[in-house]
Structure formats: C-alpha cells, structure tokens
C-alpha cells in the first residue's frame, strides 16, 4: 500500500552540523511529496515540498530532491541551529485519493 | 486571521471515559481534515468533511469514533468509550478548496489525549 518510510530518531547534532533526514516512500499513483516541521507547543507546518520528479524543495536552509528513480525525498541541510530542534514528518499526497500518507516522525535535537 | 484551533490541547482521561475534541477551521474553509499519531508512529488520516457531509472516512479505526460537522462550521471528533491504545495526537486540518485542486492544508496544534 501507499505509505512513507522515514529514518527514527532521535536524531541528536551539535550546532552547526550537517543534517540528513532519509525519507522513502511506497505510492500507487504519482504523488507529490512533502517535508512538514512540528515545533514544540505548535502545529503541524508546511516546511517544503516537490510535485514532480527531480524538483527540489528548499525553505530555511532545508532541501530535498523528488527522486523517482529510488522513490526518495530525504531531507538535507548544510548548518543547522538549535531553533531546529522539533519533529519532521515526510509525507507524501496522492490526487486520486484526495489524502496525506506521512512517516512517523523524526525528531531532531540541536545542542549549542 | 486566525488559524486552526483546537480544543482542548491536552486531556487525561480514564479508559471507558468519553471524550470530545473540537475543531474550528480558518473561517471560509469548506474542507476539514482529522489525523492522529498514535503511540508515536505515523500520523493517519481519520476522515474529510466538505462543509457539513463527510466525503470520506475511510481511516476512522471503529465505531467509538464519531465525527460531526453540524452547521458546516466547526467540527467535533468523540471517543466513546475511550481505549487505551487511543491515546495520542488529534490533528485537526482545513483548507478553502480541495486538495486535488492544489488548494493548501493548515494543521492545528493539535489535541493530546492520553487514556489511564
């Protein structure tokens, strides 16, 4: 079934270290995929997103690649911050069902 | 304008309890959405109204969850009687159109409900 697979956590990095969060998916269709950010005490938030293979999505640092040919969507950034610190949710959406499939969540610690 | 709130934000209650959380979406947004995270693991669609008429609620778990949109406005979503495997995270969502249509989806914060 359709579904999104992302790396556990915690994932624990000083200040200023590079960041990968992997995110694999599995989809019946052809779906666009999504980078959602969770920061203590607040919502579910839009972080970035790619609706077509090869796009990158990037906001605040953050990148991803829509990669097709390993169905993947990992999630990168060069220098990260203690303000980073919160939950990423990979997700993916597929028109046809008219709904978000997300992975469970990776949660990031950034210590200074 | 005032984003996707839900209440409450955190509740306790003890299994075989009822509970009720509430959902108003951005004001104008036809579409509301429930999800939840349980136990930590991935967060799941529960259902979809489109103003008042639930157009899909596929992910409902049982029928000790029900759902309402009375009016078309704000939404509740009960558990009745409460499990403990129930416990987690209730998003709450909306959007002005559909999705399919490229239309956005806000989350809210929110409701955490643990089950003792």
């Known amino acids: 079934g359709d579904s999104v697979t992302q790396m556990e956590g915690p994932v624990t990095l000083s200040e200023e270290a590079f960041l990968t969060i992997n995110c694999t998916y599995t989809a019946t269709g052809y779906p666009s995929l999504f980078w959602y950010v969770q920061y203590p005490g607040e919502g579910l938030q839009l972080l970035l997103k790619a609706t077509k293979a090869d796009d990158k999505g990037s906001n605040k640092g953050f990148e991803a690649t829509y990669r097709k040919e390993t169905t993947s969507f990992h999630l990168e950034k060069g220098s990260v911050q203690v303000s980073d610190s919160a939950v990423y949710f990979c997700?993916?959406?597929?028109?046809?069902?008219?709904?978000?499939?997300f992975g469970s969540g990776t949660k990031l610690n950034v210590k200074p | 304008e005032a984003g996707v709130t839900q209440f409450p934000s955190h509740s306790v209650i003890e299994k075989g309890q009822t509970v009720t959380l509430r959902c108003d979406p951005i004001?104008?947004?036809?579409?509301l959405y429930w999800y939840r995270r349980v136990m930590g693991k991935e967060i799941k669609f529960l259902l979809h109204f489109v103003k008042e008429s639930k157009q899909d609620e596929s992910g409902m778990p049982n029928n000790r969850f029900l759902a309402e949109r009375t009016g078309g406005t704000y939404s509740t979503l009960k558990v009745q009687p409460a499990e403990l495997e129930d416990s987690g995270v209730y998003f709450c969502a909306s959007s002005r159109g559909q999705l399919s249509s490229g239309n956005t989806i806000y989350f809210g914060e929110g409701s955490w409900l643990t089950v003792v």
């Open positions: 004001s104008g947004h036809d579409n």
């Open positions: 997700a993916l959406f597929l028109y046809n069902f008219n709904k978000f499939y």
